[in-house]
Structure formats: structure tokens, C-alpha cells
């Protein structure tokens, strides 16, 4: 028989919109749908239709984290797990937004944390749940102390307590947190925004977002601006600066004709 569908993923303009969809256990991260992700995101970072990925899910939960009954049942670890998920969210050439559309707990943070722009739902809960059943927010740990104050993981992790949008705004898990009547919105226009920037010129930004600040600052500025002398000798670079200087948009800059409708 064969395994049901829990991953989609649809092409709204310029942008790839992978959906999480499985609905019976709130869109929990079980080994199918890790395994389903996983090659719905390599996909998408192959195609040359996406210029930028957009991470949601259908119903009223993004991602509930670990599927507890296929972790209570025990078997052979899954040939795909969450830290190959993130591995290659980070690792992708082209921006992934996240839409939160509701509720997210556990593993379900270290997807949203993975993304480079994450969007939720101001009224949305969010937990750490995990030292609340006798386990650790380890993986996830990675991508969240990356991107959210180290002070409110502290807290969050520790106490296990729900929170809302706003606070994970705070806390920097969110870069926004929006009305529900907002959210489509905000992310159509982030996406247009990201498609404004030249594709490769993407890419190396988000290496350097990840790569710095590094231990040394003179090493650092002597990598920099070797990557900066490489841009600016780009085939893009050269497009940029001429569309620049004769008024008129890049090659690259569609974003005017986008339709992205971020939602599944």
C-alpha cells in the first residue's frame, strides 16, 4: 500500500510552497512526513522555477513535533531525521519563509527556527514542550539558539510553558507576528521583496548570516572581502549595476508580476 501524501507542494509565481499535510496528528514530524519533506524541499531547491521557498501547513497547527506514537512504538531509526530537515534548510541557495498558521510546539520550533524569515500568527502557541515528558529540546536546540535570545531560550526551554505569537516575536523566533488576516499578506510581500534580489547574490548572503561573526575579525574582513571582490566581478553584479544606472529593473526582478498566495 502505498504511504499517503503529507507533504505538497505547489508553484505560486516565483515562489515553491511546501505544505505539511497531515492533519490526523497535527501535522507531526513522523518519519514519513520527514522522509515526504525532506525530498519535497531538495526538490524545490533543484527547480529552477522557485526563487524562493515557502515552509506552511494545512489546518489550524502548523506542527505539533514529534509523533510521540511512532516514538512510543519504538523500530529502526528513520532513514531521514529532523537534523537532515534542517541540514538542508539552511544549506538551500534560496530563502525559505516560514508560515506559521497556527500552533507549533517542540520540533515543529526547530523547523520554524531552520528558516531564514519566519511569519506566525500573533495569536498562535508556541511551547518547548519536551522536559515536560521527560525529554530535551536537543536537536532543536541548533537551529533555535541561533536565531532567538539566548535569555528567553533559557527560559523557555527550562519551564516548558506556552507562549504566543508576540512573545515569540520577542524572543526572536518570529521575525513577525501578525493578525490572521494579515498573514497571507505579509508573506506575499516578503516574497516579492526577496525576489527583487539577484539569486546567487541570495545565496552568498545567506552563507555570510551563518558564517559570521567567526572567531577572528581580521580573518573575517580578509574573507569578506575576498567574497565581496568575487560579487562585484559577478555576471549579476555587472546586470545590477547596469539596470541601476540605466533606470530600469535587473533581469532577474519579476517581482512586480508575482502572485505568490503564500497560503496552501
Known sequence: ???????????????????????????????????????????VTADDRA??????ATGTVFCSGADLKEQLAGGPQPAVGLPDVVTLIYGSPKPVV?????????????LIAACDLTVGLARATFGFSEVR?????????VPCLRRMDRRAARELFLTGET?????????????????DDELDQTVDVLVGQLCRGAPEALAVTKRLLQDLPGPDLDEDLRRMAA??????????????????????????DTSSALATGGRP
Do not use: C, Y
Open 227 to 252: 567574497v565581496s571582490a568575487e560579487r562585484f566581478a559577478s555576471a549579476e553584479a555587472r546586470e545590477g549595476i547596469a539596470a541601476l544606472l540605466g533606470k530600469r529593473e535587473p533581469s532577474w
Open 163 to 179: 507562549f504566543d505569537g508576540l512573545r515569540a516575536r520577542d524572543a526572536g523566533l518570529l521575525d513577525r507576528a501578525v493578525a
Open 1 to 43: 500500500m502505498a504511504e499517503p501524501d503529507l507533504v505538497h507542494v505547489d508553484h505560486r509565481g516565483q515562489a515553491a510552497v511546501v505544505t505539511l499535510d497531515s492533519p490526523h496528528n497535527r501535522n507531526a514530524l513522523s518519519s514519513s512526513l520527514l522522509e515526504q519533506l525532506h525530498a519535497a524541499l531538495a526538490g
Open 133 to 141: 515528558i521527560g525529554v530535551a529540546p536537543a536537536v532543536i536546540a
Open 98 to 110: 516560514a508560515r506559521v498558521n497556527g500552533a507549533a510546539r517542540a520540533g515543529g520550533l526547530g
Open 51 to 56: 526563487r524562493v521557498v515557502v515552509l506552511t
